[in-house]
């Protein structure tokens, strides 16, 4: 079964611009969650999807929204990108929603803010 | 509110020598845990993760991790450490209930010397 993918895998843009990052889940998975990860701030929770609805939502501001589609793919969306945005982000899948299932995380999507 | 503290953010081990990677955590439901390690360049895959079915939990690549409820503690151990086990772990703990996503520890760096 093939694992969770991301796509792009490296990207480079300026600030000010915005960004889109794809992710597809593990075949039959319906939960799809976001983490950015940085050396300061380590992972951090960014959203959870599932069934197209978003359930859960960490602590960043409003330029950092997100998708799911009905075939579990999810992405993610940045506006106006600060230097700060810099970070890897990944996405994880799970057989279903809640605590109880385990996340299995793609590879991540690289983002240099210049 | 949960939380997660991994003591040491780098050990060294010699290869052949006894692994073993602190984790507590703080929870206020009954937790489920998990261990992930990061090689470099790459996402997060995940070790074992603990459910309450048993306290001793085994893993991939030889790891174990005992929960320890009076002690709050989810210390990862493997009795021999290979070159191969040297990437950062992480520990995380899940938020509870139907919310799915995942509060990480800072990590810890293993290198492992010949």
């Known amino acids: 079964k093939a694992g969770v993918t991301q796509t792009p895998r490296y990207l480079i843009k300026t600030r000010g611009q915005q960004v889109t990052l794809s992710c597809s889940p593990i075949?039959?998975?319906?939960?799809v969650s976001w983490y950015q990860q940085t050396p300061g701030q380590g992972l951090q929770f960014l959203f959870e999807?599932?069934?197209?609805?978003?359930?859960n939502k960490g602590n960043f501001p409003g330029r950092f929204s997100g998708r799911q589609f009905s075939n579990s793919r999810s992405e993610m969306n940045v506006s106006t990108l600060e230097l700060g945005d810099s970070a890897l982000y990944l996405c994880?899948?799970?057989?279903?929603?809640?605590?109880?299932?385990?996340?299995?995380f793609g590879p991540g999507t690289r983002l240099t803010v210049t | 509110a949960q939380s997660v503290t991994q003591l040491g953010s780098h050990v060294s081990v010699s290869e052949g020598a006894l692994v073993l990677l602190r984790c507590n955590y703080s929870s206020s439901v009954p937790p489920y845990l998990f261990w992930y390690v990061q090689y470099p360049n790459q996402g997060l895959q995940l070790l074992l993760k603990?459910?309450?079915?048993?306290?001793l939990v085994k893993g991939i690549n030889g790891f174990e991790a005992e929960f320890k409820k009076s002690e709050t503690s989810f210390h990862l151990t493997k009795p021999s450490a290979h070159m191969s086990d040297a990437a950062e772990y992480f520990c995380a703990v899940s938020v509870g209930g139907s919310q799915g996503n995942l509060i990480f520890g800072k990590g810890t760096k293993l290198s492992v010397k010949p």
């Open positions: 999807y599932f069934s197209e609805t978003q359930r």
């Open positions: 075949s039959g998975h319906r939960s």
């Open positions: 994880a899948s799970s057989l279903d929603a809640g605590s109880s299932y385990e996340q299995y």
């Open positions: 603990y459910t309450s079915a048993a306290t």
